[in-house]
């Protein structure tokens, strides 16, 4: 797993979700690449995408639950999911979660 991110810009304002709950900086990378570093706290929260994400969970622990699916799957920190473009995804988190989020292009 990559521990750090070099030559890269950091967008200053950071994103607010769900009253606070859910935040996030952006980076963007010089290939076009853009990812966003945030942290969730415990609670129940469904997301939208434009493009396809790839979530890789850094600390902490939660249930995720994919489009088309009504099953439940546990997420460890180390663990990472993939979320399609244009859907929905709900998830609980369970305990104060570190997240890296990869838009697919």
């Known amino acids: 797993m990559i521990e750090e991110f ?3 810009t ?3 304002k950071a994103n607010f ?3 606070g709950k ?3 900086r952006t980076i963007l990378f010089a290939n076009g690449e853009k990812k966003t570093l945030g942290v969730m706290l415990p609670g129940e929260y469904e997301f ?3 493009v396809a994400e790839n979530m890789d969970i850094l600390q902490g622990s939660l249930e995720v639950q994919l489009p ?3 099953e439940w ?4 920190a180390g663990d990472n999911f993939d979320v399609p473009a244009q859907s929905k995804f709900k998830m609980k988190v369970l305990s104060l979660s570190d997240y890296c989020c990869t838009y697919l292009t």
Not at 73 to 76: A, C, N, V
């Open 6 to 8: 070099k030559n890269v």
């Open 10 to 12: 950091v967008v200053k």
């Open 17 to 19: 979700y769900f009253d």
């Open 22 to 24: 859910v935040t996030s």
């Open 48 to 50: 939208g995408t434009d």
């Open 68 to 70: 088309g699916s009504s």
């Open 73 to 76: 799957k546990k997420i460890h």
